[in-house]
């Protein structure tokens, strides 16, 4: 089974340029979350969907982010303008929607992100 | 509110000794709670999950310990190898839909 899948691998851009990032989950996961993870610290979440809905984007500066995951399955992140503080590892991780206790979180490889 | 904090945040021990990472959560409704493992470069992978009637589980040399009561947890790390050197993230659940809640990590390096 294919895991999480996400492109770039590494981005590097000057500030004030816009940036997207995209994540294919596994296949049959409903849930898809985006996380930021800056360096030493654990992941934050940035937005979670439940299929095509964005269920919590409580944490997403809308200013200058947006997500969309058109037909539920893939789904893009984009930074426009991306700032200085932007520079951090962007995490996709999915899982399935089941209210099952053992419900886990599968990750991504990230992307790597850098502001000059 | 709903918080995990880790200890310590970083750790250096030598090859073949063990080790113990604590996690204190305050998340509630509790559902369970997941030790992740992070290589550098990569996404977490996940090496325990507890629910609240489980108080350890094991994953070779990994341990993991819950309990629920005082919300607290500890992964256990026994002989470790060079290739243990990670982040090591502790996550819980809460019991409110899919909701994850992180601590920061503890960045263990072994060393030869």
């Known amino acids: 089974e294919a895991g999480v899948v996400q492109s770039p691998r590494y981005k590097i851009i000057e500030k004030k340029q816009p940036v997207a990032f995209w994540c294919n989950p596994i296949?049959?996961?409903?849930?898809l979350y985006w996380y930021r993870q800056n360096l030493g610290q654990g992941p934050e979440l940035l937005i979670r969907?439940?299929?095509?809905?964005?269920?919590?984007d409580s944490q997403l500066p809308k200013d200058r982010f947006s997500a969309e995951r058109l037909k539920g399955v893939d789904s893009t992140l984009k930074i426009q303008p991306a700032e200085l503080g932007d520079s951090a590892v962007y995490l996709c991780?999915?899982?399935?929607?089941?209210?099952?206790?053992?419900?886990?979180?599968?990750f991504g490889p990230g992307t790597r992100l850098t502001v000059l | 509110k709903n918080q995990v904090e880790q200890s310590p945040q970083s750790l250096i021990i030598l090859e073949g000794k063990n080790c113990t990472l604590q996690c204190n959560y305050t998340v509630s409704p509790f559902s369970n709670l997941r030790w992740y493992k992070q290589d550098t470069g990569r996404g977490p992978v996940s090496l325990t999950i507890m629910t609240f009637s489980e108080n350890t589980k094991s994953n070779g040399r990994y341990t993991a310990t819950l309990d629920a009561d005082t919300k607290q947890s500890s992964l256990h790390i026994t002989a470790s190898q060079l290739s243990d050197s990670a982040s090591y993230i502790c996550v819980v659940r809460a019991n409110t839909g899919n909701q994850f809640y992180f601590g920061t990590g503890t960045s263990l390096t072994v060393i030869p």
């Open positions: 991780a999915s899982s399935h929607r089941a209210a099952s206790s053992y419900n886990e979180q599968f």
């Open positions: 969907y439940e299929n095509e809905e964005a269920v919590d």
């Open positions: 296949s049959g996961h409903n849930t």
